[in-house]
T-cell receptor, first 111, second 113 residues
Framework: NAGVTQTPKFRILKIGQSMTLQCTQDMNHNYMYWYRQDPGMGLKLIYYSVGAGITDKGEVPNGYNVSRSTTEDFPLRLELAAPSQTSVYFC??????????FGPGTRLLVL | DAKTTQPTSMDCAEGRAANLPCNHSTISGNEYVYWYRQIHSQGPQYIIHGLKNNETNEMASLIITEDRKSSTLILPHATLRDTAVYYCIVRVDPGGSNYKLTFGKGTLLTVNP
């Protein structure tokens, strides 16, 4: 198993641009999560999903959108990038009764 | 979720035991103590969790006080690769559909040669 994979690893965006951060897991996990981590801080939950077709907001959802059309994929969409969205983004997944497995992260710089 | 308090940073000599403390004085009876770590530039990695009994796995041991208001993560023989930020998280059992992890700033453990 590859586990949780994320693409791209690094991206620079201009203010106002849009992009999609990809997350895929091959463990058949029901639950998937998106976190962001600002420098020197802990992780903050953006969105999560409990299964295909079901998503919900976390602590900091503003400026982001998600979709979950399949069990494997949970993309995170930034519509109008702002400097405040400069961060490292982590995707995670889990099966019921288990802990979360994290991907390697995507570093995003908005200039 | 109960709030946790951890030291900002700690040092440990390579080969020695690393003991990382965590205070969670407002923990509820159904809340577990979880430990994750994050090596620089990588995603967090699960280490161990427990409710009230001490737990041990291939990575670490978790000692929870009898009143459950604090706990200690023990890395028995720290190596340079154990240098990371360690997060102590208190959360209800992960069986629920809204199971989420709340990460604080954690403890930066530096293992020195």
């Amino acid at each position: 198993n590859a586990g949780v994979t994320q693409t791209p690893k690094f991206r620079i965006l201009k203010i106002g641009q849009s992009m999609t951060l990809q997350c895929t897991q091959d463990m058949n996990h029901n639950y998937m999560y998106w976190y962001r981590q600002d420098p020197g801080m802990g992780l903050k939950l953006i969105y999560y999903s409990v299964g295909a077709g079901i998503t919900d907001k976390g602590e900091v959802p503003n400026g982001y959108n998600v979709s979950r059309s399949t069990t494997e994929d949970f993309p995170l969409r930034l519509e109008l990038a702002a400097p405040s969205q400069t961060s490292v983004y982590f995707c995670a997944s889990r099966r019921m009764q288990e802990t979360q497995y994290f991907g390697p992260g995507t570093r995003l710089l908005v200039l | 979720d109960a709030k946790t308090t951890q030291p900002t940073s700690m040092d440990c000599a390579e080969g020695r035991a690393a003991n990382l403390p965590c205070n969670h004085s407002t923990i509820s009876g159904n809340e577990y103590v979880y430990w994750y770590r994050q090596i620089h530039s990588q995603g967090p990695q699960y280490i161990i969790h427990g409710l009230k009994n001490n737990e041990t796995n291939e990575m670490a041991s978790l000692i929870i006080t009898e009143d459950r208001k604090s706990s200690t993560l023990i890395l028995p023989h720290a190596t340079l690769r154990d240098t990371a930020v360690y997060y102590c998280i208190v959360r209800v059992d992960p069986g629920g559909s809204n199971y989420k992890l709340t990460f604080g700033k954690g403890t930066l453990l530096t293992v020195n040669p």
